[in-house]
């Protein structure tokens, strides 16, 4: 149980397009979602909170109006990075929770990892 | 600041020796603890959680955690390797229902 996908694993784009990920809770409904940013052998960055029907809550310094969060349902939530740039090539990773309480565990999904050309 | 150290970048072992891998924790009351391994380019698996109760918390695959509240500590433990534990390993605390806050990770080397 506690599956979390993401789509695309992988996406190669140009300088100034938008790219949409996907994550899905396929076994469980996900009232918290999160993303997390992920550089070349380091931790984890949390870029973002979000509640389903909800506005999304940006961590310090993630510019909300170029990585667009949406949780649409208690399943679904998309990540789209709009005008891309090479600096934002990284591993995206989400994760979610079916509660909001600090106890509930986050189960995160496989990544993707996007290349800015 | 709070923070997490996972003080040992790397950690070899021999297969069928045990191991441990370290957490250090310094945060503001009595936070939720999480242990995660990661394989190469993939997301985070959940191994265990200390939220209260014993000190010892049983996980996935074999693995354990020891809380201890005096050393702020929350070390991943195994009895007995094995070469397909070989993993990135994340320790990460999360104070009350505030961000998780997370380590730099420990690569775990177990050699045949």
């Known amino acids: 149980g506690a599956v979390v996908s993401q789509h695309p694993s992988r996406v190669i784009c140009k300088s100034g397009t938008s790219v949409k990920i996907e994550c899905r809770s396929l076994?469980?409904?996900?009232?918290?979602m999160f993303w997390y940013r992920q550089f070349p052998k380091q931790s984890l960055m949390l870029m973002a909170t979000s509640n389903e029907g909800s506005k999304a809550t940006y961590e310090q310094g993630v510019e909300k109006d170029k990585f667009l969060i949406n949780h649409a349902s208690l399943t679904l939530s998309t990540l789209t990075v709009t005008s891309a740039h090479p600096e934002d090539s990284s591993f995206y990773i989400c994760s979610a929770s079916w509660g909001k309480e600090g106890a509930d565990t986050q189960y995160f999904g496989p990544g993707t990892r996007l290349t800015v050309l | 600041a709070q923070s997490v150290a996972q003080p040992e970048d790397q950690v070899n072992v021999a297969e069928g020796n045990p191991l441990t891998v370290k957490c250090t924790y310094s945060?503001?009351?009595?936070?939720?603890l999480f242990w995660y391994v990661q394989y190469p380019n993939r997301g985070l698996q959940f191994l265990l959680k200390?939220?209260?109760?014993?000190?010892l918390v049983k996980g996935s695959y074999g693995f354990e955690a020891e809380f201890n509240k005096s050393q702020t500590s929350f070390h991943l433990k195994k009895p007995s390797a094995l070469v397909s534990d070989s993993a990135l390993y994340f320790c990460?605390?999360?104070?009350?229902?505030?961000?998780?806050?997370f380590g730099t990770g420990t690569r775990l080397q177990v050699f045949p």
């Open positions: 945060v503001s009351g009595n936070p939720y």
């Open positions: 076994d469980f409904q996900a009232t918290t």
């Open positions: 990460a605390v999360r104070p009350g229902t505030d961000k998780l806050i």
């Open positions: 200390y939220i209260t109760g014993d000190n």
